[in-house]
């Protein structure tokens, strides 16, 4: 017993490397006493490759588009598709994913940017145009707004529906009774707009009888072939006059 207590020590642990699934590469020696210091993947630096994470290689590069590997005039599908393949080829990766990401953001704010500056510019453009127009248009655009889109959606059905009751009676009579609700109409927008109803009730029944002569023109010029044989001369007459009455009510001031 005295023996074995005095024999030379050694503190080698045979299971601790599969414990801690680890390799002994490094010893010493002190006294007699051998001390190995296992290595494993518990010892890796944070933020290192662990398994089977990779590390993204264009992290440092400034250009954009050059980090997500595609052209300056790529389209939006290519850079999605680009953007969505390397964070799925370098999930895992903090560092990987954030450079990713932000080129991606960055990409898409200088296409908005340049949507933009494009659009001032059409509009810069046409403003233009009209001051260098003769007097005529200028006076004409004058007169002319466009007003919401929901507006514009309301009183174009409102018309289309009074054509098609028009056509679906056109057997029976004539549109008189259309008309007259349809001239109804627009003076009523008219005096809501411009609050004028001589005014309103001059626009709307001079887009009426414009309208009306307008037709009389060109209807004949259809080809009968389109043309059912209950469609009269009134009645195509009158869906022209829809027309005007709905442009006036709705883009004149």
Not at 15 to 29: A, V
Not at 139 to 153: D, Q, R, W, Y
């Amino acid at each position: 017993m005295k023996a074995l207590l005095l024999g030379t020590p050694n503190f080698t642990l045979p299971n601790f490397g599969k414990l801690r699934s680890c390799s002994t590469n490094s010893k010493s020696q002190r006294n007699g006493a051998v001390f190995r210091s296992p290595t494993c993947t518990m010892d890796a630096t944070f933020g290192g490759n662990v398994g089977n994470v990779s590390k993204f290689p264009r992290v440092n590069v400034w250009n954009p588009y050059k980090r997500l590997g595609i052209t300056t005039d790529a389209s939006e599908e290519e850079i999605w598709s680009s953007r969505n393949f390397l964070l799925q080829q370098y999930a895992g990766h903090e560092r990987s994913e954030e450079s990713i990401e932000a080129a991606f953001e960055k990409i898409l704010m200088t296409s908005f940017d340049q949507r933009k500056k494009t659009k001032f510019n059409l509009k810069t453009r046409l403003k233009k145009r009209v001051e260098e127009s003769p007097s005529w248009i200028k006076n004409l655009l004058s007169i002319v707004e466009a007003p919401p889109k929901e507006v514009i959606l309301r009183r174009l059905f409102l018309f289309a529906f009074m054509g098609g009751w028009s056509i679906m009676n056109s057997a029976e009579g004539g549109p008189a009774f259309q008309v007259a609700l349809s001239l109804a109409a627009c003076i009523y927008f008219l005096n809501e707009k411009t609050k004028s109803l001589a005014r309103a009730f001059i626009l709307g029944f001079g887009a009426l009888v414009v309208g009306w002569i307008c037709g009389s023109f060109v209807v004949p010029m259809v080809p009968s072939v389109l043309l059912r044989p209950t469609w009269t001369l009134e009645l195509l007459t009158s869906l022209v006059a829809y027309i005007f009455l709905f442009l006036a009510c709705t883009f004149l001031k």
